[in-house]
């Protein structure tokens, strides 16, 4: 079998802000909403292994449909803001769509499902269109509406279904904003109301089912802050007709009905216990899951609670007694966040995870000792992610997005793990306003803009260059003379009123004595102004870390732009960076350069009459390319420095105008060939064109040829393309490799050949495209090439003294490595195999 072109080395991503719209399956699989699509996770592999798309709204419910054997599920259902359900079937290792339900009228917000009957599953689901839906999936791939309960104008917020005790059954729980708890049975086909539990004051979030022998245990979770444990169990013929005896205290019972065939069963609901330590609305409830041993189900008495008060809560019946305690406390500290909206429990109960309001996962994992402790755990933007670049050396990337966030992330490799996998081991900026764009200046500067008029330069603190020295493996001291570490302020933090990092350095971080603390010089004293704590990293840190010590310091602010930031570029000289703002007149239109030596405005370059959309330095440095809204382009050269004139200066060399402008709509992209003798521009009117030739094959830098026109046929590409880019690394034959990012979220590869007769679209062949499973689900917003050839994290494996080195180089350097940012909250990296293209 031929190796893929394509490979997906990792996916950043988090969970969408819904309550059930995470899932741990029995399989260790942990399955969550992630915008329009569902993604895998493996907790232990620590990576993404699947992404699903086939909803076009956003996915607000997840459950997997666990087997009453316990082993890993093949079935997976979802619901989403496209008012649909979808049940996702394992075939060949690989997940596909198999059944679709449709019938709701709004969003759907919560799922349950299980098999009746082989191969048959009962799935219900609760939407904010005051209905709950009974369907019934067969093998045939169709599903039937069996039952739709309309509650009015209440909405039910949770759905859970189980098998009775001692029979086959269906037992549905609906808890909802009545906060009551509804239990309706079907039997013979008919769904019959059974009894409504009271005794939650406010909305019910949460409901579950958890089978205990011949008894069935339901949990609710309530906005009044408590969790409610109500127990099931079937009552004998005789239990039924005993006179009450009045003088035992006992909790009241409520009886109910059930008739499955001819027979006829009483069932009894008694309140068993009431769970208080919470101090805000609980989200969520999850029963450990069951074993399977011997051939039956052991199920634990444990239950986990999670609520908008920052903690998750561990509950179980104390050994002696039988009272529920609590067992453990987990949750977060800091940070601007709310709570969490949902829980789950691995399939051993070793490990517990939480989502929380920004989308972040929490894991805690339990050590040898009974302690609980917190773990890695994939990461990710939750709005859309703008732009990214990679550093200088190509070892890190960074990415900002309309979450306010820039992140970076980086491989790390566990002592004895056969690959490094991604991380976010950074959160540099945590701003008010959403982020638009950002330019790497050095190997550890950058500049962002955000929909502000003020562009801010940030650099790495001591503190982050000796952590990512830790976590990716490469020598401290290396790092610190290459980025002049004397002046580096240990971290950053942010002032509670403010936007700006401000710097922390090592005398700020002295404690105070007791003498100093009684004599407070102002009112400010008494405030403690930084939050940050210098980390010492092995292991890529937790969100709560995240929030404030990884922060980097502000050392600039740029003013100039009389609107929102729109895009950013730097040359690789790292002397100049140039950025434009949204406009709609030309005045605003110009693009304004900066010294990076100085941080002063060089230069006004006006030429455009709408927003320039993206700008790129040619990689010589001598040449930079704008791209408009207005469909056309202009090139600007560096003028050779004179003595009046030393700093960088540059004037317009060639545009397109009206009739020679050949885009019919927005520029969207452009990019320079690696020899920085053509750029290539794509658009919404679906055509990529590639321009020069910019520099005349025999002579020196200097002379640029008089007349710069499309060297390439139109490549349609059938759709929008909002982001292209030349790979840096040259395929055989002289040709050069592009990949061109679609409005539908493709990703297609290209060869292009100079020289050959463009008439004829010879000089283009497609070389690969994302399949279905690789492919964003929203437009792809920017692609970025890895600097140089080869894999992060895996060029420096090969431990000292050992041989074959020579064909480990070879084959290293026949990859590439391509990231990607989707307005669908992800980023993505992939693996391109030049020899396979």
Request: a negative charge.
């Amino acid at each position: 079998m031929a190796a893929p072109v394509i490979e997906t080395c990792h996916v950043a991503c988090c969970a969408n802000r819904t309550p059930n719209v995470v899932s741990w399956g029995r399989g260790g699989t942990i399955a969550f909403g992630t915008c329009t699509s569902v993604a895998l996770y493996d907790p232990q592999e620590r990576r993404v292994v699947a992404v699903l798309n086939g909803h076009t709204g956003r996915v607000n419910t997840v459950q997997w449909i666990h087997r009453e054997d316990c082993a890993p599920e093949s079935h997976l259902v979802s619901g989403g803001s496209d008012n649909r359900l979808i049940v996702w079937e394992v075939k060949n290792g690989k997940f596909i769509e198999s059944v679709e339900c449709k019938g709701h009228t709004g969003p759907v917000c919560a799922v349950d499902a299980i098999y009746v009957e082989d191969p048959k599953i009962l799935v219900a689901s609760s939407s904010s269109d005051s209905t709950v839906r009974l369907w019934l999936c067969n093998g045939a791939k169709e599903a039937e509406c069996l039952h739709t309960l309309s509650f009015g104008s209440s909405f039910m917020m949770d759905v859970s279904l189980a098998l009775l005790p001692g029979s086959r059954v269906p037992i549905l729980a609906c808890g909802g904003d009545n906060s009551q708890v509804h239990l309706y049975v079907l039997s013979n086909g008919e769904l019959q109301k059974a009894m409504s539990l009271q005794g939650h004051d406010d909305w019910v979030r949460g409901v579950a089912w958890a089978s205990l022998g011949g008894e069935l245990l339901l949990a609710s979770c309530s906005q009044d802050c408590l969790i409610r444990v109500w127990r099931l169990c079937a009552k004998s013929g005789t239990d039924a007709r005993i006179e009450d005896n009045l003088t035992i205290i006992k909790m009241k019972e409520d009886v109910f009905k059930v008739k499955d065939g001819d027979v006829s069963s009483v069932f009894a609901v008694s309140l068993e216990t009431v769970l208080a330590g919470h101090e805000n609305w609980v989200y969520g409830v999850h029963w450990q899951p069951p074993l399977y041993k011997g051939g039956e189900q052991k199920q634990f008495l444990s239950l986990l609670s999670a609520s908008m008060d920052k903690t998750m809560i561990l509950w179980a019946p104390e050994e002696g007694s039988g009272v529920w305690v609590e067992q453990v406390r987990v949750g977060e500290v800091g940070g601007n966040t709310l709570g969490f909206y949902g829980c789950q429990m691995s399939p051993d109960g070793s490990m517990i995870v939480a989502h929380a309001f920004h989308g972040a996962l929490h894991l805690w994992c339990k050590d040898k000792e009974g302690h609980w402790r917190p773990g890695v755990v994939i990461s990710g933007h939750f709005n859309e992610v703008q732009d990214l670049s990679w550093d200088p050396e190509g070892e890190f990337i960074l990415s900002v997005g309309s979450d306010q966030t820039t992140r970076l992330f980086t491989p790390w490799r566990k002592q004895d793990a056969k690959q490094a996998t991604w991380h976010e081991i950074s959160r540099p900026q945590i701003h008010g306003y959403d982020m638009q764009c950002l330019a790497m200046v050095g190997r550890f500067q950058f500049v962002s803009g955000a929909d502000e008029k003020v562009l801010r330069v940030f650099q790495a603190p001591r503190n982050f260059v000796e952590n990512f020295a830790n976590i990716s493996g490469t020598s401290r001291e290396k790092l610190l003379t290459s980025s002049d570490s004397a002046s580096l302020p240990e971290g950053a933090s942010t002032p509670a009123l403010g936007l700006s990092n401000k710097a922390v350095f090592q005398g700020d971080l002295a404690q105070k004595t007791n003498e100093e603390e009684r004599q407070f010089n102002s009112v400010s004293d008494q405030y403690q102004e930084s939050y940050f704590h210098p980390l010492i990293m092995t292991e890529p840190p937790p969100e709560d870390h995240l929030l404030q010590n990884t922060l980097w310091p502000e050392v600039q602010k740029l003013y100039g732009h009389g609107f929102e930031m729109f895009c950013l570029a730097s040359d690789s000289a790292r002397t100049v960076v140039a950025s434009a703002c949204k406009a709609s007149k030309a005045e605003h239109a110009a693009v304004l350069l900066w010294s990076t030596a100085t941080w002063r405005q060089l230069q006004t370059l006006p030429s455009h009459t709408l927003t320039v959309t993206q700008m790129a330095f040619s990689p010589d440095a001598q040449l930079l390319l704008a791209v408009s809204r207005d469909r056309t382009w202009s090139l600007w050269r560096r003028n050779l420095p004179t003595p009046e004139s030393p700093e960088p200066q540059f004037s317009l060399y060639a545009h397109t105008g009206k009739n020679t402008a050949i885009h019919s709509r927005i520029i969207w992209s452009c990019d320079w060939s690696p020899d920085s003798k053509y750029f290539v521009t794509s658009s919404r009117d679906k055509k990529v064109i590639v321009w020069g030739p910019c520099r005349l094959e025999d002579s020196g830098d200097t002379i640029i040829p008089p007349e710069i026109k499309p060297c390439s046929s139109i490549l349609d590409v059938g759709d929008s393309a909002t982001a292209v880019a030349f790979c840096p690394v040259l395929c055989s034959e002289n040709s050069y490799l592009l990949a061109v990012g679609l409005e539908s979220g493709r990703i297609l590869l290209y060869r292009w050949r100079p020289g050959q007769e463009p008439a004829g679209g010879r000089d283009w062949s497609s070389c690969g495209e994302t399949d279905i499973l690789q492919s964003h689900a929203l437009r792809v917003k920017r692609l970025r090439w890895r600097p140089r050839t080869g894999r992060v994290g895996q060029e420096n494996n090969k431990k000292d003294g050992q041989t074959d080195g020579e064909s480990e180089v070879e084959e290293e350097s026949s990859w590439v490595q391509l990231a990607s940012a989707s307005a669908d909250r992800s980023v993505k990296i992939f693996n391109i195999n030049k020899r396979a293209l």
